[in-house]
């Protein structure tokens, strides 16, 4: 088994939270937007500012509940040190250039590539960071510290969205990746 069932349901069910926060993120955005951009009306999900905050707070929801079973398991399991660990940075920057090259392997599903394992790990992190950005933004008086730690709410905003970009360029890359080697694709429905 390459990937198991847990690993499988939590990383599903994170994709649609993903997708749900992205397109009400967009919409809450545009109703106080701090940058020069908005997002089309046709891309965001939610309809107004009230709807688009219904949405964003029940996939919030989903993605914590998920995210905490997936790094939970991970850790549990000791699947995170052996699908991980090592990282030596100078091999992502030779997987790297393979790659540009056409040259990597990625064809085998059960070892990641050090470009995987980094990639993985920064979204990892990334998201951590965009929920948690997003509790200050949510409950900013009952999170006091964290929002000190974020350098307040209108930094928090900042982070969250840039943190939501990062993501997004993943998401991106992640799904080429995953059209153009549809091996993994499978396995990551059928778990081998
Ligand atoms: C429709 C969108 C998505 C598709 C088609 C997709 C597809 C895949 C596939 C095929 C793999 C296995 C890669 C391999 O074995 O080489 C994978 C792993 C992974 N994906 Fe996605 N994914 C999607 C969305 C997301 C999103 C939104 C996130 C993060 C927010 C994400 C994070 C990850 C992570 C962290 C792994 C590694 C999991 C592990 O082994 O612990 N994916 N994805």
């Given at each position: 088994?390459?990937?198991?069932?847990?690993?499988r349901i939590t990383h599903w069910?994170?994709?649609?939270?993903?997708?749900?926060?992205?397109?009400?993120?967009?919409r809450i955005y545009n109703a106080s937007p701090f940058f020069d951009i908005t997002f089309p009306p046709e891309v965001t999900l939610g309809g107004w500012l009230g709807g688009a905050l219904q949405w964003h707070f029940a996939a919030m929801w989903l993605l914590g509940t998920n995210g905490l079973i997936y790094l939970t398991a991970n850790l549990a399991t000791g699947r995170?040190?052996?699908?991980?660990?090592p990282l030596p940075l100078g091999h992502v920057w030779r997987d790297m250039l393979q790659a540009f090259r056409g040259k990597l392997a990625h064809s085998d599903p059960a070892h990641y590539n050090a470009v995987q394992r980094a990639a993985y790990l920064f979204v990892i992190a990334?998201?951590?960071?965009?929920?948690?950005?997003?509790?200050?933004?949510?409950?900013?008086v009952q999170f006091p510290v964290l929002r000190e730690l974020m350098g307040g709410y209108e930094t928090a905003r900042r982070i969250h969205f840039v943190g939501m970009t990062a993501l997004v360029?993943?998401?991106?890359?992640?799904?080429?990746?995953?059209?153009?080697?549809?091996?993994?694709?499978?396995?990551?429905?059928r778990g081998r």
């Open positions: 088994m390459i990937h198991p069932l847990w690993l069910s994170n994709a649609l939270a993903v997708a749900i926060l992205t397109a009400s993120g967009w995170l040190r052996r699908r991980f660990y990334d998201t951590v960071l965009i929920f948690l950005s997003g509790l200050v933004l949510w409950k900013s360029g993943f998401v991106a890359v992640h799904i080429v990746m995953a059209a153009l080697v549809p091996r993994t694709l499978r396995a990551m429905f």
